[in-house]
């Protein structure tokens, strides 16, 4: 109760007392300039600061996913960033994208929106949402909906439960008032994505260690893990993202990772992660149906970090990655080829993994989000003790003319 009176109090309190709106009249402006560029990040580090459960992204990595010269999706996608200044500050902020590839796979006209973040001023929330329209609707599509990035590893969905709730790497947070004042201009929910904390159990759940048998025995399958970084990377890295491209392929919104962005994807993710939180499930010729991916959680590191990785944001970081024991980690990529799923390779990946966390002592896992209509997925949980704590909404809005 005392958590949710405080993230009440910073949804009404934060930020708001910058004088009168008549003092120093609103203007919206496109984001041309390296030092605008670095105002749009810079803003909601500073809108959120202090918050308890926000958990800052780091401005160089925010930074490139907005350029061309940082972001490969850039090659099928086309944005716009907006910001509104209050006098000399920024009150808002906005991208407006199209990824042109997604379009063509789901046989859709839509837009997107990311990165938004605004003050619960409803004239700013106006300007930023109709620069977006209207930058979407100029380029002939019929709808625009979010939040959603350029691809799913980045950011996508708005938090409308789960405000007094820590939120996680791959996620974002946002105030309470930000669902209501989209919704006011009209945006209607398109799909929810759910979160859980699932409590890791002391020994492996009987179910899991049959089924895990099972289907080595009947599909010839095996369990792969590393003890060398550079096999995991030159071996296998290419073949773990074009199975993220096959296995994630019906999921809302999807866009596939180009040859570029896996190469990205390879040096962000692997050369980082612990090794005893990664594995594999081959065929007897050693091909790639299943991974699975886990990091120790690093939302209080990057807290500390203040979104800056230097002079000393990098050792809090790494010193979480490689802690001997943690209380949380984050579930931050399972896949399974679509042949494979739903016949029990998850349990041989989770057989594993459950080992591993009891190793670290790890108390819970976060999920991550997950559609609600992804139903075998969420029904995995049901053998673990868990509790849904976050709830998150991709919203849309048709583009009238």
Not at 12 to 41: I, M, P
Not at 214 to 221: E, N, P, T
Not at 222 to 239: C, H, I, M, S, W
Not at 246 to 254: I, T, V
Request: proline share 3%; charged share 25%; aromatic share 12%.
């Amino acid at each position: 109760m005392i958590r949710e009176i405080k993230n009440k109090v910073w949804s009404v309190t934060h930020y708001f007392n910058r004088g009168d709106d008549s003092d120093q009249g609103l203007k919206l402006a496109r984001v041309t300039t390296k030092d605008q560029l670095k105002e749009f990040v810079q803003f909601k580090l500073d809108l959120y600061r202090d918050n308890p459960y926000f958990v800052p992204d780091l401005a160089s990595d925010e930074i490139s996913a907005l350029t061309k010269e940082g972001n490969p999706a850039f090659e099928f996608c086309e944005a716009e960033l907006f910001m509104v200044y209050r006098g000399h500050e920024v009150v808002g902020r906005i991208v407006a994208l199209i990824n042109h590839k997604a379009n063509k796979a789901w046989g859709e006209n839509r837009a997107r929106f990311g990165w938004v973040e605004f003050i619960d001023n409803d004239e700013v929330v106006d300007m930023l949402f109709e620069a977006a329209e209207k930058w979407a609707r100029l380029r002939g599509c019929t709808e625009i909906h979010g939040p959603m990035g350029f691809t799913d590893l980045d950011k996508e969905g708005m938090l409308v439960e789960g405000f007094d709730q820590m939120g996680t790497m791959i996620t974002n947070y946002n105030y309470p008032y930000y669902p209501r004042q989209i919704e006011r201009r009209g945006y209607i929910k398109d799909t929810d994505w759910m979160e859980y904390k699932i409590f890791i159990p002391k020994l492996v759940p009987e179910k899991h260690a049959r089924m895990s048998q099972i289907v080595q025995d009947r599909y010839g399958l095996r369990l792969l893990k590393f003890d060398d970084r550079e096999t995991l990377v030159n071996q296998y890295g290419k073949a773990i993202f074009q199975l993220y491209n096959e296995a994630y392929s019906k999921l809302y919104g999807f866009s596939p990772l180009n040859s570029e962005q896996i190469d990205m994807a390879i040096k962000q993710y692997l050369p980082l992660i612990n090794l005893d939180f990664i594995n594999l499930v081959v065929t007897k010729k050693g091909e790639v149906v299943g991974f699975g991916i886990t990091i120790p959680s690093i939302a209080k590191a990057l807290q500390k970090t203040g979104g800056k990785l230097f002079p000393t944001g990098f050792v809090h970081i790494l010193r979480a990655l490689r802690a001997k024991h943690t209380e949380v980690v984050e579930l931050l990529l399972i896949g399974v080829k679509p042949e494979y799923q739903n016949k029990g390779v998850n349990a041989l990946i989770f057989e594993d993994l459950i080992k591993v966390m009891n190793k670290y002592q790890v108390k819970y896992a976060e999920s991550n989000p997950e559609l609600e209509t992804n139903l075998s997925v969420m029904l995995q949980w049901n053998y673990f003790k868990k509790v849904h704590h976050k709830r998150r909404r991709a919203y849309v809005k048709g583009l009238q003319n």
